[in-house]
């Protein structure tokens, strides 16, 4: 091995153990039954909504575009990551967990193409459109997306339109949705640290002044906006391997402003704030759920928004602020 | 009807720069008090509109003082979540069985209806008086908001809230009776809504709330008459899809009509541009 080789695998290394440590324990547990695998399927579902929050957050948080619309490029990666295992698997006649997973790794991807490709296609022309009336573009498009999500039957029947989409095999486990959870969270510090990232931030501050700098700021709000775009599309992707059924009203607008405020409550800009606003929402929905005598239980969407109310008079910048965990930060101020 | 709770959106907009996304649930409660006046109480009709829009318009303000003020001067996003905290509770509120009801009520008629024809063309006497209800609402905003003293401080309150504020404008008291009087003309709407498509549950507020939102903004957010204008346009095109394409497409043209104005003129059709000062 030659010694330029040694920084790259100390970082794979960096990246693998954490994956490695947090599945394997998972898996360990939940194989011994100390886990109920109601809430294995829970902390996955928390997972993935940690994916799509941080593609958001790099979104808005960091790039400063306001987007109402990630719900539906989370839909568009889950219907054709979902389209893409129907079509392939077993589709050579061989049913080895080898091929199967390169398939699911292959439609995950394909899900995150998908989604960043039409975010390219959507960005082009709306990008250009400023804060709120960029905000009301992509909610706009978010419902145009909904509407054809329930007549995609009249394209692809295998789509399923209103009915809702069936028989999607159930390939996401704790392996995948951690190393999904792992990836985002790796790609995402680094390019926030990177000149692309430092490029973004510069435009969520002032856009002027960084055109002045000499910042293409177009150009990049593309490449936030399609990179944020396409963590949805992986997030879709493995919802979609999770529940094996996908609804139209899944990928709602409103489905939209959910994440919003998981990025919000958490701290724009803030890695940190976003993981543990994510697992927070999912548990705390799931938890209430559990906790709720049965008869009460229409209360949970009613003090879940009071609490939102009440967080945001309490903290108006987000629960964690400008803190982050210490893996976050950037190497330069660690 | 889309004209109605636009121009509250708008008046709002215009005023806070903030999307009140609970405007499209006061629309609801509007719509609900008016159900219990005439179910309950067999109120005569002006009676109904009367506490429809009173009703919302002390929601709004009730809102607006728990809800808004506390955040005038935190970042906006925290002002917008909150907004859809607030829509999300009274949808949910609304919907236990201790307050209305998580069904599909009838909105009794409180009237026959009577269908005229003129020249080939179909009206009801429903349409007539939504038609006259809207007009007279616009004409009553139009007087308040450039007849009146209050409707001076709004523009000026529009315009520079902080100079406003050094000018003598109660700023405050301008931004409640601006949230009022746009959920007063929200529960009028819903009123309307009820009459004439006869049901109603605690969620309707969402579609038409967003979609008057839409118009609000295809017309030019700020700007009175192009609520109004986009409201028609909405409305009309929705029709249109409907009779000539295919209902399941309805939800969908008034967005893609929204971006395709949005990219042509980035401030709506009555908006002014403002240019952005460093």
């Given at each position: 091995m030659t010694a330029g080789m040694m920084p790259f695998m100390k970082n794979i290394a960096k990246a693998v153990l954490p994956f490695a440590a947090l599945s394997g324990l998972l898996l360990f547990l939940s194989a011994r039954e100390f886990l109920n695998p109601y809430w294995v399927q829970i902390f996955q579902m928390a997972c993935i909504v940690a994916i799509s929050a941080l593609g958001l957050n790099l979104i808005?948080?960091?790039?400063?575009l306001f987007s109402l619309g990630h719900a539906a490029f989370y839909g568009v990666g889950a219907y054709t990551a979902a389209l893409m295992t129907k079509l392939y698997v077993g589709a050579y006649g061989d049913e080895a967990v080898f091929a199967t997973g390169a398939v699911f790794l292959g439609s995950l991807l394909a899900g995150g193409g998908a989604a960043a490709l039409l975010a390219c296609l959507v960005g082009l022309p709306t990008l250009r459109l400023t804060s709120d009336y960029l905000g009301i573009a992509t909610l706009g498009f978010g419902i145009i997306m909904k509407v054809l999500f329930d007549n995609a039957d009249s394209f692809l029947?295998?789509?399923?339109?209103?009915r809702g989409m069936t028989g999607i095999a159930r390939l996401t486990g704790i392996p995948w949705a951690v190393a999904g959870l792992v990836t985002a969270i790796l790609v995402i510090r680094n390019l926030v640290h990177s000149t692309y990232g430092r490029a973004l931030v510069a435009i969520r501050e002032d856009e002027v002044a960084a055109a002045a700098m000499g910042i293409d700021t177009f150009r990049f709000k593309v490449i936030g906006f399609t990179a944020g775009c396409a963590f949805a599309g992986v997030a879709g992707g493995l919802y979609a391997h999770l529940y094996t059924f996908l609804h139209p009203s899944t990928f709602d607008f409103l489905k939209s402003f959910d994440v919003l405020m998981i990025v919000v409550l958490g701290g724009l800009g803030n890695m940190t704030g976003t993981l543990v606003a994510s697992f927070a929402w999912v548990f705390l929905l799931e938890g209430m759920r559990v906790a709720l005598p049965p008869e009460y239980i229409e209360f949970r969407w009613v003090l879940i928004p009071l609490l939102l109310i009440v967080t945001m008079l309490v903290r108006p910048r987000g629960l964690f602020g400008v803190r982050e965990f210490p893996f976050l930060r950037s190497k330069v101020y660690r | 009807m889309y004209a109605l709770i636009a121009l509250g959106y708008t008046m709002v907009y215009g005023i806070v720069?903030?999307?009140?996304?609970a405007h499209g649930d006061v629309f609801m409660v509007g719509a609900f008090l008016a159900f219990y006046s005439v179910e309950k109480?067999?109120?005569?009709l002006p009676a109904v509109f009367a506490i429809a829009a009173g009703g919302s318009a002390l929601l709004a303000v009730v809102i607006e003082r728990m809800a808004y003020r506390p955040l005038r001067?935190?970042?906006k996003i925290a002002a917008l979540i909150t907004a859809i905290g607030v829509s999300l509770f009274l949808e949910y509120f609304t919907a236990l069985h201790q307050v209305f009801g998580p069904n599909y009520y009838a909105f009794p008629r409180p009237f026959q209806v009577v269908s005229l024809e003129i020249g080939g063309v179909t009206f009801t006497n429903i349409q007539g008086i939504i038609l006259v209800a809207t007009l007279a609402s616009l004409g009553g905003l139009q007087y308040v908001v450039y007849r009146t003293k209050v409707g001076r401080g709004m523009r000026a309150v529009s315009h520079d809230v902080v100079t406003a504020g050094l000018m003598g404008v109660n700023v405050n008291a301008v931004i409640s009776f601006t949230f009022g009087l746009g959920a007063a003309l929200a529960g009028i709407g819903g009123v309307l809504y009820g009459i004439a498509y006869p049901q109603i549950n605690t969620f309707m507020g969402v579609m038409p709330g967003l979609k008057a939102f839409t118009a609000a903004v295809l017309g030019g957010i700020g700007s009175i008459p192009g609520a109004v204008l986009g409201a028609l346009i909405m409305g009309q095109s929705e029709t249109m899809t409907t009779a000539y394409l295919s209902s399941t497409y309805r939800d969908g043209i008034a967005f893609v009509l929204l971006i395709a104005v949005l990219l042509w003129k980035p401030t709506g059709i009555l908006g002014k541009a403002r240019t952005e000062k460093v």
């Open positions: 808005y948080g960091f790039t400063g029947p295998q789509l399923g339109g209103a | 720069r903030l999307i009140n996304f109480y067999h109120l005569p001067n935190a970042p």
